[in-house]
């Protein structure tokens, strides 16, 4: 049972680049997340999806796009990355079952963008 | 929104004391969950919480809904515990879960 898979772990782009960022869980769980962690501030949702085929935006998506191909994986892209974009991004599931729900992480990927 | 503010943002306590972080937030929720973070950068989930206590080890979690407060406390502290710690609150939906800025804890052999 390895939780959430998240690659690469470091990735260096030059202004421009494009890059997909994947992430896998294999928990069953309908609930996945994409954020971002820059110094001194909290995670920020950049996209989130509720379940296998949807997606939506969240506080920070200008500049990413993201697919939700099946239960499992969830995807994250920049088309034409910006030095703004230098980040550490973490996947994230969440169980929601009411009694017990869990948020469960992806080891994160630091990515700069020069 | 929910706004989500912890503190203390920073703290250092030397091995042994028992420490207390605190979280408040502005909106009722349906959970709340303690994260804690490596320096390697890894995270992973300590509690989550709908109310009252709960307990794993030398951590123990507390929430007053009423009054919106949610407190970590580690007993006997050890620099193992050096990390951040993460408050974030849950609406119930699957978009709504809003982070705090973490707080640095750092314990001292």
């Known amino acids: 049972n390895a939780g959430v898979t998240q690659t690469p772990k470091f990735q260096v782009l030059k202004t421009g680049q494009s890059m997909t960022l994947q992430c896998a869980q294999d928990?069953?769980?309908?609930?996945m997340y994409w954020y971002r962690q820059d110094p001194g501030m909290g995670l920020r949702l950049i996209y989130y999806?509720?379940?296998?085929?949807?997606?939506d935006k969240g506080e920070v998506p200008n500049g990413y796009n993201v697919s939700r191909l099946n239960k499992r994986e969830f995807s994250l892209r920049l088309e034409s990355a910006a030095p703004s974009q230098t980040s550490v991004y973490f996947c994230?599931?969440?169980?929601?079952?009411?009694?017990?729900?869990?948020?469960?992480f992806g080891s994160g990927t630091q990515l700069s963008v020069l | 929104k929910n706004e989500v503010e912890q503190s203390p943002q920073n703290l250092t306590a030397q091995e042994g004391e028992f420490i207390t972080i605190n979280c408040s937030y502005s909106v009722g929720i349906s959970a709340l969950h303690w994260l804690q973070q490596h320096p390697g950068g890894g995270i992973v989930s300590l509690f989550m919480?709908?109310?009252g206590k709960k307990k794993h080890g030398r951590l123990i979690a507390t929430i007053n809904i009423q009054e919106k407060h949610s407190s970590l406390h580690i007993t006997a502290s050890h620099p193992r515990d050096s990390a951040v710690y993460i408050c974030?609150?849950?609406?119930?939906?699957?978009?709504?879960?809003?982070f705090g800025s973490g707080t640095q804890l750092t314990v001292l052999p």
């Open positions: 999806s509720a379940s296998e085929g949807t997606t």
């Open positions: 919480l709908s109310s």
């Open positions: 928990m069953n769980h309908n609930s």
């Open positions: 994230a599931s969440r169980s929601t079952i009411a009694t017990n729900e869990k948020l469960f």
């Open positions: 974030a609150v849950s609406s119930g939906s699957a978009r709504q879960l809003t």
